[in-house]
């Protein structure tokens, strides 16, 4: 594995990844959508912090173990620009979950309230075997393994990450979808009592969740992640399940989840429900499409801030494009 040294103390300033206009813009929409104080400012940040006060944001044991899982060569990390795997201390200290807070290099010190013994997940809706799975049960039945994706956030920043977990098709296909199944609804945990960013930003329309078409949630790339970096999930990164799908932007990719069902109609979601003129249902990673407020045509790599082009659908283009002609025709 690549290690990446981070300098001490480094940080971007926001403004050099969206204009400040586009910042301020934020606030106004926040403003104007009456959600209150929702963090704006975290958005477009690219700093991160390793320790605070000679903590370190890796845990020193994990709640749950699996078997070594075997790295799947498929899955290498995307096509260029081709970058390290990112150092794990890195990636452990800077994470969006407004569950707990929105400031990126916070989460880790403020995650250790969440419990995820007992953990279980409810695959329901429009099948024929609904199953509410305990999560040992999960790790026993489904195929593990490693793969490596390009993680592209939405505040045009990215990370490489070595995920452990499974084909979310592995678990859809024990509860059997009927014909009425088009969409999968995803929901994450949002219980106030463990999260404080679930009590203190009750504007928002919590739980977190996030929805996919069925050919999506059946695509081989759709990953259902339980460790990372060779161990189990911390919480920061949504312990001890969560969703994976690398060509799509971060926002769709929710944590700490508790819930899936089958749907016949495309299902809210939870960043198009709060600003649906920014965040789209598909949050596809597209660099020929601008956010509202600035340019998603390159990212910047944590932690060394270098600016890259990004590409088509994160670089994942051949293994998924096909899915989006008719949407994107003629855009």
């Known amino acids: 594995m690549a290690n990446i040294l981070l300098?001490?103390?480094?940080?971007?300033?926001e403004s050099e990844v969206a204009p400040e206009s586009a910042w301020l813009n934020r606030r106004e929409l926040v403003k104007a959508l009456g959600l209150g104080a929702i963090g704006a400012a975290t958005l477009g940040a690219t700093g991160c912090a390793t320790a605070i006060g000679g903590k370190s944001p890796l845990p020193k044991s994990y709640d749950?173990?699996?078997?070594?899982?075997?790295?799947?060569?498929?899955?290498?990390?995307g096509q260029p620009p081709a970058v390290e795997i990112t150092a794990e201390e890195v990636a452990a200290s800077y994470n969006n979950?407004?569950?707990?807070?929105?400031a990126k290099d916070k989460v880790w010190t403020l995650s250790d309230s969440l419990?995820?013994?007992?953990w279980t997940v409810e695959v329901s809706g429009e099948c024929e075997k609904p199953t509410t799975f305990n999560f040992e049960d999960l790790l026993k039945l489904m195929p593990l393994e490693e793969r490596v994706y390009r993680f592209r956030c939405v505040e045009a920043w990215s990370m490489v990450v070595p995920w452990t977990g499974f084909p979310l098709k592995a678990l859809l296909d024990r509860v059997v979808p009927n014909s009425k199944a088009k969409y999968v609804r995803l929901v994450s945990l949002g219980d106030s009592t463990m999260m404080p960013g679930v009590l203190?930003?009750?504007?928002?329309?919590?739980?977190?969740?996030?929805?996919?078409?069925?050919?999506?949630?059946?695509?081989?790339l759709t990953l259902m992640a339980v460790g990372i970096y060779g161990h189990a999930l911390p919480n920061q990164h949504g312990a001890p399940i969560r969703l994976v799908t690398p060509w799509k932007y971060g926002y769709k990719q929710l944590k700490s989840i508790v819930k899936i069902e089958l749907v016949a109609k495309e299902p809210k979601t939870f960043w198009n429900t709060v600003a649906g003129d920014e965040y789209d249902f598909w949050g596809n990673v597209r660099p020929d499409i601008p956010h509202k407020r600035w340019s998603q045509a390159t990212d910047r790599v944590i932690p060394t801030g270098e600016r890259?082009?990004?590409?088509?659908?994160?670089?994942?283009?051949?293994?998924?494009g096909d899915m989006y002609k008719k949407i994107y025709a003629g855009k």
């Open 7 to 13: 300098p001490p103390s480094w940080r971007i300033p």
């Open 64 to 77: 749950w173990t699996f078997p070594p899982a075997q790295r799947n060569p498929r899955y290498p990390g």
């Open 97 to 102: 979950f407004y569950e707990f807070t929105t």
């Open 115 to 118: 419990r995820v013994k007992p």
């Open 200 to 220: 203190t930003q009750p504007w928002y329309p919590w739980p977190y969740h996030e929805g996919l078409t069925l050919e999506e949630a059946n695509h081989e």
């Open 308 to 320: 890259v082009k990004t590409p088509m659908y994160n670089g994942y283009a051949e293994q998924i």
